[in-house]
């Protein structure tokens, strides 16, 4: 349902955008020649189309929020890579590393702009409402990116400071999501609360999952280099748990993070096992299990069908269970 809407978004841009967008979304290599690359999961537009039925609407209503909130992500996905220097997205290099940081950076800032214009553009009487929501939406977002990256410049980050980022950088998109496929689904107040919720806890568990794969994902499978989290010392929640356990093994794996040179194959297994001696494995796994139950909770409180609640179940399943 949104793979049209997004091409005509992207084609939209100039031509120096829609390029570097499209190389980013697998659509083309970087020569412009049309390719099946791959592409992300989609999760964030799949709750949008979702949600739009919590309020009695259907899927089709929601088909603007869907395509902004997976136009949002891909915006804040290109700014990450750049600031994070990772090379490798799904297989196959970055887009900075292909066009440059500079460009990669505009095209980020034009998937933004096409967001707020789709969004803008549809005819529900609810999209002004939309606009401000997904707006302040990507304040947050940028408030936990920001978070994020001042955490590699401090040794002391504790699990509340990582909490209250990932609710900002990934629970909020993941809340906005919901929030606004039931919007424009014609939902209520009470199941636009309860919806968001849902949505925001299940960010929080996305964001536990990822950080694990972050340091044990199998590469093969999620495109990224196997400990790649640990290569560029990201304060991650299994780090960050393991740091502040007050054992051994955390201040062996603090030591490690101190260091100024770059982390050895040998000493990224080190690290690896020391997260996991140190508790911080179990914890992540503990707590994202925790989110996922807050999720459902939120969800039983929505009066909606037996498909619905089934559908919103299902992608919160493969929240928690996938391997990428």
């Known amino acids: 349902m949104i793979d049209r809407p997004m091409h005509s978004a992207v084609n939209l841009m100039p031509r120096s955008m829609r390029d570097i967008c499209g190389y980013h979304l697998g659509w ?11 592409t992300g999961k989609a999760i964030r537009p799949a709750l949008a189309l979702v949600s739009s039925r919590v309020g009695g609407g259907s899927p089709a209503d929601a088909v603007p929020a869907a395509v902004a909130v997976e136009l949002v992500h891909n915006f804040s996905l290109l700014h990450d890579d750049v600031m994070d220097e990772d090379r490798t997205r799904h297989h196959r290099p970055t887009a900075w590393t ?16 096409a967001a707020y214009r789709v969004l803008a553009a549809s005819d529900s009487p609810h999209a002004a409402t939309a606009v401000r929501w997904l707006s302040e939406c990507v304040e947050r977002l940028c408030d936990g990116q920001s978070a994020d990256v ?3 410049r401090r040794q002391n980050v504790d699990v509340d400071e990582c909490l209250r980022m990932v609710r900002c950088k990934t629970g909020a998109l993941l809340g906005t999501s919901c929030a606004l496929g039931a919007l ?3 939902a209520d107040e009470r199941s636009l609360e ?11 568990a996305f964001q536990l999952v990822d950080d694990l794969l972050g340091i044990w994902g199998d590469e093969a499978v999620t495109g990224k280099p196997a400990g790649a989290d640990l290569a560029c010392r990201k304060q991650s929640f299994p780090v960050v ?6 054992t051994r093994q955390g201040m062996a794996l603090a030591a490690l993070y101190a260091q100024t040179e770059p982390l050895s194959p040998a000493q990224l297994d080190t690290a690896a096992q020391l997260v996991e001696s140190a508790g911080g494995r179990e914890w992540a796994r503990g707590r994202a299990a925790d989110e996922a139950s807050s999720a459902l909770h939120a969800l039983g409180v929505l009066g909606v069908d037996g498909q ?6 299902a992608l919160a399943r493969l929240v928690i269970r996938r391997a990428k």
């Open 184 to 186: 424009l689904g014609g």
């Open 241 to 246: 748990a393991a740091m502040t356990s007050g």
């Open 194 to 204: 309860a919806v968001r919720a849902f949505g925001e806890h299940l960010g929080l």
């Open 28 to 38: 083309w290599d970087r020569h412009g020649n049309i390719c099946d690359g791959p």
């Open 150 to 152: 001042s955490f590699t």
């Open 98 to 113: 292909v066009f440059g940081a500079d460009q990669a950076i505009l095209a980020g800032d034009a998937m933004l702009a």
């Open 308 to 313: 619905t609640k089934s559908d919103l179940l």
